[in-house]
């Protein structure tokens, strides 16, 4: 059971262009939502994360948009460089659940110079 | 800071055979994954410690995974015997819990390859 749903799959994006990935979550009991970043050979990390008590998180071209009432929360990449191209996890932390991180699956970025 | 150490990088091994991945995780930390990835199945938690103790092994497989943490410097993942299904990228990461969200650092991972 997928508990967090992630989309798209992949993306293609032209240098200079946003990026956008959603995500979706059914379980209110989430109270902290990372994204995560993974270069290829590498294992993933944390790019920039997000708690329900507040709608967007800037850091510098990365933002997090958070919808409580949707139970939705996106990840956009302002003038995506080529260096961007990555895959991308979103995550849900349960506080009741052994505050294990319930992950996407994942997009594929790519941006094309 | 070295970061988490993962050891061997690449493992191929046959059908049969016993696989041991092991994790040096970042000094300090009192958290320790490990996860399984896959193309298909994306990141899947297979157990985590806190503290050395096994909290939760409800993603490990079966009986043919185990894990250890004998010390807070050192992690273990057996597979015995292994499988061409277990082919996949195991990744050790590790965290210092204790307050709500705190970031996991992740290995650079183990690639098994099980012919």
């Known amino acids: 059971q997928q508990q967090v749903k992630q989309s798209p799959q992949s993306l293609i994006v032209q240098k200079g262009g946003i990026s956008i990935i959603n995500c979706a979550y059914e379980?209110?009991?989430?109270?902290?939502f990372p994204w995560y970043q993974q270069f290829p050979g590498k294992g993933p990390a944390l790019l920039i994360a997000i708690r329900p008590d507040v709608s967007e998180k800037k850091e510098g071209r990365f933002t997090i948009s958070f919808n409580k009432s949707a139970k939705q929360f996106s990840l956009h990449i302002m003038d995506s460089q080529p260096g961007d191209s990555a895959t991308y996890f979103c995550a849900a932390l349960n506080a009741g659940n052994n505050r294990k991180l319930i992950w996407g699956l994942g997009t594929s970025l790519a941006v094309n110079p | 800071d070295a970061g988490v150490i993962q050891s061997p990088r690449h493992e191929v091994t046959e059908m049969g055979q016993e696989v041991t991945l092991r994790c040096k995780p970042i000094s300090g930390h009192n958290s320790l994954f490990w996860y399984r990835q896959t193309m298909m199945r994306g990141l899947e938690l297979l157990i985590y410690f806190n503290n050395n103790v096994p909290i939760d092994d409800s993603g490990m497989p079966e009986d043919r995974f185990s894990a250890k943490m004998p010390n807070a410097s050192f992690s273990t993942l057996k597979i015995q015997p292994s499988e061409p299904r277990d082919s996949a990228v195991y990744f050790c990461a590790s965290s210092l819990q204790g307050t709500s969200g705190s970031p996991l650092h992740f290995g650079n991972g183990t690639r098994l390859t099980v012919t």
């Open positions: 379980n209110t009991a989430f109270d902290y």
